[in-house]
């Protein structure tokens, strides 16, 4: 059980299919490591399919059913019981880049149509990403360690979850030696900070 956990809607969205794939790989790792969302989410396709057998016949558009076939081959199911790769052992299968003093990055999914990117994070404790925004989603989970930022403080398994709204200096803290983040973003990097401003051609792709 962790303290922060993601909204209804994102876990709504997970359920659905409907979060691009960097999202709901953090919303997953979350669910490897906690079985209260684990349930929530069983929860909510349960309730989706529920509310489908109800739903009053609709006319579909002739191709709909070939649609809606060609979309299970979009992407790889991602039952939230499966067994996922959670620790950082398993995700990190790419190189650490240097990002900053105390700061790593390893990109692992490159923004793709859906305007997404996943990476991993590792941060010394003390040290702080400079501060910036995002005019979309940040979702992250933590994997190691701690930090906090305006909008409170994330140990191992806890998931932030953050929009357009959110301007944050997330800084490391002495926890467990440094901290590694899963982080989801969708849309462009707002840098604060000349740090930022050095850093954001690497987030823009
Ligand atoms: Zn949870």
């Known amino acids: 059980m962790t303290g922060n956990h993601p909204s209804d809607a994102t876990l709504l969205a997970y359920a659905a299919g409907s979060l691009p794939l960097a999202h709901a790989m953090v919303v997953r790792t979350h669910l490897a490591l906690c079985p209260d969302c684990r349930e929530a989410a069983r929860l909510g396709v349960s309730l989706g399919g529920a509310l489908l057998e109800d739903a009053p016949p609709a006319d579909l558009a002739g191709d709909a059913l070939e649609r809606t076939l060609a979309r299970l081959d979009e992407q790889e199911p991602l039952a939230p019981a499966q067994r996922v790769p959670s620790t950082i052992e398993e995700l990190a299968t790419g190189r650490w880049i240097w990002l900053g003093p105390g700061i790593r990055l390893m990109p692992l999914i490159r923004r793709g ?38 909008t409170g403080e994330y140990r191992a398994g806890d998931f932030a979850e953050g929009d357009e709204a959110l301007d944050h200096c997330p800084v490391a803290l002495p926890v467990d030696g440094e901290c590694v983040c899963l982080i989801s973003t969708s849309g462009r990097l707002r840098a604060h900070s000349w740090l930022a401003r050095l850093i954001q051609p690497i987030f823009d792709v």
């Open 113 to 150: 149509a859906d305007g997404a990117r996943l990476d991993l994070i590792r941060v010394k404790p003390g040290a702080c990403l400079p501060g910036h925004g995002h005019t979309g989603m940040e979702l992250a989970c933590v994997l190691k360690g701690a930090f906090q930022d305006e």
